[in-house]
C-alpha cells in the first residue's frame, strides 16, 4: 500500500511526539505503515507513505536518484548569479550538494493558504522558485538558498519521482493500493 499525504505545515513527518505537537497520528489511521522519507515541520506538501519496506527504501534512499520536486518561496528576487549556483552545487557546512534543477515560477495556482501566513515585508520583494534535487539532506532546499542569500520563506514539496500531490489539500491522503513498485 502507499499512501500520499500532503503534510500541513507545523506537522511532524512521524506518528508519535512526546511533547504534544501535531502528528502524522493526528491525520492517518493506517497500522504499520511508515514515512518514505521526509519533511520538516515547518515545509509542507508530499509525503510519501507505505507499508512496503522495499518501497520505502527506494523512495528515501538518496542512492536510487529519485527526483524531488519543491515549489520554494524566497526573499528578494533571484538573480541569474543564485541560480547557477544552486544549479552547480551549493557548499554547505556538510559538503557540496550534487546539481540541482531550478527554475524561476510564478506562485503556483490553486496553492492553499498557509496557517500562519508567511511574513509579509513591503520593503521585502519574494521570488517563487521550483528546485528539483535527488538528495535528502536535513533542510537542504532551505540551506541551499540561504548560501545564495535568499532565505525560504514557504517549502512545498509537490512530486517525488512520478507522484504528484495533485489537487489534495493539507491534511487531505489518498491511498494507492498494490503500489508496491517505482
Known amino acids: 500500500m502507499l499512501v500520499l499525504f500532503n503534510k500541513p505545515y507545523d506537522v511532524l513527518s512521524q506518528f508519535t511526539d512526546g511533547n504534544g505537537r501535531s502528528t502524522l497520528a493526528n491525520y492517518i489511521n493506517i497500522k504499520k505503515i511508515y514515512a518514505a522519507g521526509r519533511l520538516d515541520k515547518d515545509s509542507e506538501g508530499l509525503l510519501l507513505l507505505t507499508d512496503n519496506g522495499a518501497l520505502q527504501n527506494k523512495v528515501a534512499n538518496p542512492k536510487n536518484k529519485l527526483e524531488k520536486y519543491y515549489w520554494v ?3 528578494n528576487e533571484v538573480n541569474d548569479e543564485a541560480i547557477q549556483n544552486l544549479v552547480q552545487g551549493v557548499e554547505l557546512k556538510d559538503g557540496l550538494t550534487k546539481p540541482a534543477k531550478v527554475k ?15 511574513r509579509f515585508r513591503k520593503s521585502i520583494p519574494t521570488q517563487w522558485l521550483e528546485i528539483v ?7 537542504q532546499v532551505r540551506r541551499m538558498t540561504a548560501a545564495v542569500g535568499h532565505p525560504t520563506l514557504r517549502l ?6 512520478d507522484w504528484k500531490l495533485n489537487e489534495l489539500q493539507p491534511g487531505e491522503s489518498t491511498i494507492l493500493e498494490g503500489s508496491n513498485s517505482l
Do not use: T
Open 73 to 75: 518561496q524566497v526573499e
Open 104 to 118: 524561476r515560477i510564478l506562485e503556483p495556482e490553486n496553492l492553499w493558504p498557509r496557517d500562519p501566513p508567511v
Open 133 to 139: 534535487i535527488r538528495e535528502g539532506r536535513n533542510r
Open 156 to 161: 512545498i514539496r509537490h512530486r517525488i519521482g
